[in-house]
């Protein structure tokens, strides 16, 4: 069995890695969030919409983050104090994904620039500038899945790294970008974890033109599409 903890405060990580000989100790991290005040220090890196409104994860907590180079430092510093603190047998970094209607802040629009050689695009502007906004957004998770996976690798050899993920068949109900096979294709990740769930399954999907919600057969293909 593995236990997989999802936070640093001193007394939950001890109260698992005391029985790290009955447990595999695991450690999971949002690889596309960050807290309320690092976020507030670095607002050109919050997922941002048109209209100009950053996006939170839920009604508060952490704000869905762009990862910037600054971002993927921020990253670093929680995991180099992860391994640290009880060197997991294995990270997974989760939901390496942008919202389709992001796209608007200083940023990304640096990271547009820097990757296309090129002014910044209104995403929502053209079908092709969509299209250009979504491979920037899947190229910059790669880069920090990279990132993570060398660094891991030189820091403590031999953990693993998983990256937690929904289907792809949900990211394009929801207006996600998410890579799932290009963060696969890099060599740099080990194992994928399928995050398929109450929410995921209660989405409908289109059935002979009709909207159908049916929680055993959307299952059943998210399941199936990771593959």
Avoid: C
Avoid at 2 to 29: P, Q, R
Avoid at 89 to 98: G, H, L
Avoid at 117 to 146: C, V
Wanted: proline share 4%; aromatic share 14%; no cysteine.
């Amino acid at each position: 069995d593995s236990i997989m903890i999802y936070s640093l405060h001193e007394k939950t990580v001890k109260s698992w890695a005391d029985h790290d000989d009955i447990y595999s100790i695991d450690m999971m991290l949002a690889i596309n969030r960050a807290g309320l005040r690092w976020a507030d220090e670095h607002p050109d890196a919050i997922q941002t919409k048109k209209d100009g409104k950053r996006m939170l994860h839920g009604a508060k907590g952490s704000y869905y983050m762009v990862p910037t180079k600054e971002f993927i430092e921020y990253t670093w510093d929680i995991v180099k104090r992860a391994i640290i603190m009880f060197r997991p047998v294995t990270i997974a970094f989760e939901e390496p994904e942008m919202w389709n209607q992001s796209g608007y802040s200083d940023g990304f629009k640096a990271e547009w620039k820097e990757y296309f050689k090129e002014d910044w695009q209104d995403p929502q502007s053209s079908p092709e500038a969509m299209l250009k906004s979504m491979e920037l957004k899947t190229w910059l998770f790669e880069r920090i899945i990279g990132v993570m996976y060398e660094r891991i690798e030189k820091l403590a050899p031999g953990t693993k790294m998983y990256i937690a993920t929904h289907s792809t068949v949900n990211y394009n109900a929801w207006g996600i970008t998410a890579g799932l096979n290009h963060y696969m294709a890099t060599g740099k990740v080990d194992g994928i974890i399928g995050q398929t769930w109450s929410d995921t399954i209660r989405t409908p999907f289109l059935y002979k033109g009709e909207a159908v919600r049916d929680e055993y057969l959307t299952a059943y293909v998210d399941f199936t599409s990771y593959v």
